[in-house]
């Protein structure tokens, strides 16, 4: 069993001070937000209701009401376990949650939101002139791939965004078990070839099945079609018009970038991603990705995940998830990566939220997406 070690809440940490210098700052007054009920759900974080969560961030009207890091000794607490020294260790304090050390932290899944963004610049740029009708298979020159599979050769830029590739997958198993599709892709020594090989399952376009490796391939798409390897491509695209200096991503034997999971950021870049979606792609009056784009990555192109339920009708846009719409419009929308990883928007309420965690060995008392619904939210004032 790990050792707990103690919790400390800090203001702020000095190595990212400047990057919160940069956010404008508002009262919890100015902003129409009920101080006592933020404080009191801090509380709880720092009291370890909601396991280990590693940063909060409230941020309406694009300033800063709420920021709270909480210091966590991750060494410590995985000092009792055997770990391999890999960057797929997900127990290794040198690689998850941070990288190295340092501030970044792990995105895991909310890299193919990021991924997605990037292909819509591209799309933007021309480098893709259908845009997502573009057949997927077409950027896959130089691999064994299996042509005679009309499903295969069907396949649309589009039905690899929504997560309806038809590729045979199985994700939905725990990233403890070995049989899971992605475990499998992450020990591979050929990504691309990996995922090109899996048979497909499905007609493509109308089976949503979360995969991984279709957020892969959408990462060499990217590569192929702009002629930069998706990394550099952010740095020079998206990252720096958003003042983004400081980033890591993941690179895999085969030389090309883990975009299903792999990218590193600091809490308050991450926010910048989320606060560029809320602006509809504009950043400081310069326009980074289209407004176009940015709706139809929200647009929740599969409308009901979980059919027959009535309580749950979360719906997917392009590698963003849409948990509350109406009528096809998102109320709701959000990255979401493994062991608690939220950046999550709300635009009536001009509102985002970022939360970055590390609960990866069973579920705390209480989640952190369920408070944003029952506390958060009902905290905010509308109309402001």
Excluded at 228 to 239: C, P, S, T, V, W
Excluded at 242 to 264: C, M, N, Q, R, S
């Amino acid at each position: 069993m790990l050792r707990h070690a103690p919790l400390l809440l800090v203001a702020a940490l000095a190595a990212c001070a400047s990057d919160r210098g940069s956010w404008k700052r508002s009262s919890y007054e100015e902003a129409g937000i009920d101080r006592a009920a933020i404080e009191a759900f801090v509380a709880e974080v720092e009291a370890g209701v909601y396991g280990r969560v590693d940063h909060f961030l409230l941020i309406r009207g694009g300033r800063v009401v709420a920021d709270h890091h909480f210091a966590r000794d991750y060494a410590a607490l995985t000092a009792d376990l055997e770990l391999e020294d890999h960057q797929y260790s997900y127990d290794h304090p040198d690689w998850h949650p941070y990288y190295q050390g340092s501030e970044l932290h792990t995105l895991q899944s909310v890299t193919k939101s990021i991924t997605s963004i990037c292909v819509g610049i591209a799309i933007d740029e021309g480098h893709i002139p259908g845009g997502v009708a573009t057949p997927a298979m077409s950027f896959f020159d130089g691999y064994a791939l299996d042509l005679t599979d009309g499903w295969r050769r069907a396949m649309t830029l589009a039905d690899v965004l929504t997560m309806r590739s038809g590729i045979d997958w199985d994700e939905m198993r725990s990233y403890d078990d070995a049989t899971n599709t992605c475990i499998q892709l992450e020990a591979s020594d050929t990504w691309i070839q990996f995922i090109l090989d899996r048979p497909m399952r499905e007609e493509p376009g109308t089976v949503f099945d979360y995969n991984s490796g279709a957020s892969v391939l959408l990462g060499k798409i990217v590569r192929v079609a702009t002629g930069q390897r998706i990394d550099e491509y952010a740095r020079e695209k998206l990252f720096a018009p958003l003042g983004i200096t400081d980033f890591h991503w993941k690179v895999t034997p085969d030389g090309e970038v883990d975009t299903e999971g792999g990218l590193y950021l600091a809490p308050h870049d991450l926010a910048r991603i989320a606060q560029l979606f809320l602006q509809e792609g504009e950043w400081q009056g310069q326009r980074v990705v289209s407004a176009e784009w940015v709706r139809a990555s929200v647009t929740p192109h599969v409308a009901d995940l979980a059919p027959g339920n009535p309580l749950d009708d979360r719906g997917y846009g392009y590698q963003w998830w849409v948990p509350v719409h109406a009528d096809g419009v998102p109320v709701q929308y959000q990255g979401s990566g493994y062991g608690g990883q939220f950046p999550i928007v709300v635009p009536e309420l001009d509102l985002v939220i970022v939360f970055n965690a590390w609960n990866i060995h069973g579920a705390p008392a209480k989640r952190t997406w369920n408070a944003v619904q029952r506390v958060i939210l009902p905290a905010v004032e509308p109309g402001r």
